[in-house]
T-cell receptor, first 119, second 106 residues
Framework: GAVVSQHPSRVICKSGTSVKIECRSLDFQATTMFWYRQFPKQSLMLMATSNEGSKATYEQGVEKDKFLINHASLTLSTLTVTSAHPEDSSFYIC???????????????FGSGTRLTVV | RKEVEQDPGPFNVPEGATVAFNCTYSNSASQSFFWYRQDCRKEPKLLMSVYSSGNEDGRFTAQLNRASQYISLLIRDSKLSDSATYLCVVNHDMRFGAGTRLTVKP
């Protein structure tokens, strides 16, 4: 089935630095990518939706200048957390839509997530 | 009111029990409904879609009540391995409910 490869799985960075998270769709074209954040014991919160070749649409309260999303190709989307601070420590996960899939499988595949710790 | 609401639980049930979760949604025009399962520190995985007429997959039954705007998930004969957080998704904009945590105990 469709696979989304997300890297890195875990990253620790110093406060003030930037971190890039990559999501690659393997064997399918990801026309739409969703980016989520999940704090411990809380729900998945949608941060932004990106369509290939277009600017991402950010959810209310998500700073677009802090969370830079690039979806320049059909197989790669990146999320860059700029000037990270300890409060940005969270589980970040992407989900890609496989346009070729129809029916019950829904066509959305998740990456395995990135656990970011900012110290 | 949130677009999608779930009882966060936790639900603690013994093995073999039947347990049901609900998920209410605010947008009456919603068309697509899904249940996902998320294990601790892992990505969500699709459990089942929810069809208008209701659908069953082994021990799992999903139902849609459009009049009251909620979907439900019923798990029969609970197994230890069913312990997880169950998330509902309404519509293709992929917004998740807060999730309901289930713990099945021996």
């Amino acid at each position: 089935g469709a696979v989304v490869s997300q890297h890195p799985s875990r990253v620790i960075c110093k406060s003030g630095t930037s971190v890039k998270i990559e999501c690659r769709s393997l064997d399918f074209q990801a026309t739409t990518m969703f980016w989520y954040r999940q704090f411990p014991k809380q729900s998945l919160m949608l941060m932004a939706t990106s369509n290939e070749g277009s600017k991402a649409t950010y959810e209310q309260g998500v700073e677009k200048d802090k969370f830079l999303i690039n979806h320049a190709s059909l197989t790669l989307s990146t999320l860059t957390v700029t000037s990270a601070h300890p409060e940005d420590s969270s589980f970040y996960i992407c989900s890609a839509r496989d346009q070729s899939v129809r029916g019950g499988s829904f066509g959305y595949t998740f990456g395995s997530g990135t656990r970011l710790t900012v110290v | 009111r949130k677009e999608v609401e779930q009882d966060p639980g936790p639900f603690n049930v013994p093995e073999g029990a039947t347990v049901a979760f609900n998920c209410t949604y605010s947008n009456s025009a919603s068309q697509s409904f899904f249940w996902y399962r998320q294990d601790c520190r892992k990505e969500p995985k699709l459990l089942m879609s929810v069809y208008s007429s209701g659908n069953e997959d082994g021990r799992f039954t999903a139902q849609l009540n459009r009049a009251s705007q909620y979907i439900s998930l019923l798990i029969r004969d609970s197994k230890l391995s069913d312990s997880a957080t169950y998330l509902c998704v309404v519509n293709h904009d992929m917004r998740f409910g807060a999730g309901t945590r289930l713990t099945v105990k021996p």
